[in-house]
C-alpha cells in the first residue's frame, strides 16, 4: 500500500534545502510526496524561530491538524527544525500538542528516519533534541525539487552570537564541511544538469575557519572551475569576514553571479555595537567600496532591522543614510522581533510598536524607490535569465538574471532549466516583462 508524505516549511533557504533532506529520508522509507495534506501518512513541520511570527504561524498549523489527528489515527506528525531546539519548548511542545508524534530538533534531522520506524513500533511519542557533538552528515540524500537550482551547505551553526539572533543557540557553534566532499557535491549536480549552485551558510565567509580547510574564496575559485555551464551563488556573508580577496575571486571567475548579499542590520554605529555586529557603518561602507572596485556592476541586497532597542530617530535616520549611500538593488526589511534567550531580549528602552510600525514604513517607502529605479535601467536591454518555472496564474515562464532580477516571458515550448535572451519591456517593482529574442 502506498504511503505519502507531505512537509511543512518555514524560513529561509536552509530550511528549504533542509526540508528537501528531509523528503530524501522519508522518500529512502517508501514514503511519495503529496500536496494534499489530508492525504499524507506523515505530515512533517520544518520550523523557524529566527522571528516570533514565523514560531506563532508553525503552532497555529500544527493545532489545525488536531481533528485530522482524530479523523486517521495512523497518521505520523512530527515537528523539528529550530523551534524544538530552543530551550524548553520540545517539552512545551509535547504538552500543548499530545497528539504531536515525533519532535527532534535541527542537530539531529539526519536520525529522523530512525525515528519514524520507533514510533510505527510504538505507541508513545518520540522526543529528540540530542546535542550532535558538532557531526557533520555526509550521507544525506535530498529529494531535491528546486531544478534547476540547487543548494549545498558549506557550514552548519554560527559563532557570532549577534544579540538579536537565536540561530547560534537552536543550531549550535560554527561547522565546515570538507572542502572535496562540497566540490563533489557540487560536480555531481552540475553532472545531472542543475544550472544554479547557492552555497548556504549562517555565515559562508567564515568556512573553514579554525581548520586545516580552505578559505571561502579559494573554494568558490575551485567551484567555479568546474566543467559545465552553471551560476555559482551564496549566503549569507557577514560584512566582518567581507575580504578584498573575496572581492578578487567574484571578478575573475565569470561563473560566480555578480550578486551579494551583504546584511548590515542599521546604519547606526550606536545600533550596530548593541547588536554586537563587530563593525561600524564606515567598516561596512568600505567593504562596499572594495566590492565595487573589483566588480562596479555588482548587485547588492541586504537586511535591515528597525525598533532594535534602544533605537533613537537619529539611529534611524542613519540607517535610510546608509540605505541611500548604498543604493541597494533590494533588501529585506524587518522589524525587530524578541527572542527569549538572546542578549537582546533583556534590554531595556524596547521601542514601541507603533514607533516601529511607523519606521518599518519608511524604509520600505526608501527601498522599494530603490528596486524600482534600479528595474527601470533594465528596459529595453537584452538580458540573460536561466528559467527556473511556470507560473499558471500569469500564464507564463519565469526566471531571475545574475542580478536576481525576475523576469517573465511567453514561450510556445518548455524553457524550464534553459538560459535565455529576454528583451525587458516593462519593469514592475522587483519583476520584470520581456519578449523572448
Known amino acids: 500500500m502506498q504511503k505519502f508524505f507531505h512537509i511543512v516549511t518555514y524560513g529561509c533557504q536552509m530550511n528549504v534545502h533542509e526540508s528537501e533532506k528531509i523528503a530524501g529520508i522519508l522518500a529512502e522509507l517508501g514514503y511519495v510526496s503529496c500536496e494534499d495534506i489530508s492525504k499524507a501518512d506523515i505530515v512533517v513541520f520544518n520550523t523557524c524561530c529566527i522571528r516570533e511570527n514565523a514560531e506563532n504561524h508553525a503552532f497555529g498549523n500544527i493545532g489545525m491538524l488536531k481533528k ?11 515537528v523539528g527544525g529550530c523551534l524544538p531546539q530552543q530551550m524548553g519548548k520540545a517539552a512545551n511542545l509535547h504538552e500543548k500538542f499530545p497528539y504531536v508524534d515525533i519532535i527532534f530538533g535541527t542537530h539531529n534531522l539526519h536520525k ?66 570538507k572542502s572535496e566532499n562540497i566540490i563533489n557535491e557540487v560536480k555531481e549536480l552540475v553532472g545531472k544538469g542543475y544550472k544554479e549552485i547557492t552555497l548556504l551558510g549562517q555565515n559562508v565567509n567564515s568556512y573553514g575557519n579554525g581548520t ?64 554586537n555586529r563587530k563593525y561600524t557603518s564606515a567598516d561596512y561602507l568600505e567593504k562596499i567600496e572594495i566590492l565595487k572596485k573589483y566588480v562596479p556592476d555588482c548587485a547588492v541586497t541586504t537586511d535591515l532591522i528597525v525598533g532594535f532597542p534602544g533605537e533613537t530617530k537619529e539611529d534611524f535616520e542613519a540607517t535610510l543614510n546608509l540605505v541611500k549611500k548604498v543604493d541597494y538593488s533590494s533588501a529585506f526589511t524587518f522589524v525587530y522581533s524578541k527572542r527569549d534567550g538572546t542578549v537582546a531580549a533583556k534590554m531595556p528602552n524596547q521601542i514601541p510598536e507603533e514607533v516601529s510600525k511607523q519606521r518599518i514604513m519608511e524604509l520600505v517607502e526608501l527601498v ?61 517593482g522587483v519583476s520584470l516583462m520581456g519578449e523572448r529574442v
Open 68 to 78: 485530522l489527528k482524530a479523523e486517521k489515527r495512523g497518521i505520523i506528525i512530527a
Open 112 to 177: 529522523l528516519k530512525d525515528y519514524v520506524l520507533l514510533k510505527e513500533k510504538q505507541k508513545k511519542a518520540v522526543i529528540n533534541i540530542e546535542d550532535d557533538n558538532g557531526i557533520i552528515c555526509e550521507d544525506d540524500k535530498p529529494f531535491r525539487t528546486s531544478y534547476p537550482n540547487a543548494w549545498v551547505n558549506i557550514t552548519y551553526g554560527c559563532n557570532n552570537f549577534c544579540s538579536y539572533c537565536i540561530v547560534p543557540y537552536v543550531r549550535g557553534r560554527e561547522r565546515s564541511r
Open 368 to 428: 522599494n524607490s530603490l528596486t524600482r529605479k534600479h528595474s527601470q535601467h533594465y528596459v529595453g536591454k537584452v538580458v540573460e535569465i536561466l528559467c527556473e518555472g511556470y507560473d499558471e496564474k500569469k500564464g507564463l515562464y519565469l526566471g531571475r538574471d545574475e542580478y536576481g532580477r525576475m523576469g517573465y516571458f511567453e514561450s510556445e515550448t518548455d524553457a524550464i532549466g534553459q538560459f535565455v535572451n529576454l528583451k525587458i519591456q516593462k519593469a514592475n
Open 212 to 275: 586545516d580547510e580552505i578559505s571561502f574564496p579559494r573554494l568558490l575559485e575551485k567551484i567555479a572551475n568546474i566543467d559545465g555551464r552553471f551560476r555559482l551563488r551564496f549566503m549569507t556573508s557577514h560584512p566582518k569576514d567581507f575580504s578584498e580577496q573575496l572581492a578578487k575571486v567574484m571578478a575573475d571567475n565569470p561563473k560566480i553571479c555578480h550578486c551579494l548579499h551583504l546584511p548590515v542590520q542599521s546604519g547606526s554605529d550606536v545600533i550596530l555595537k548593541a547588536m
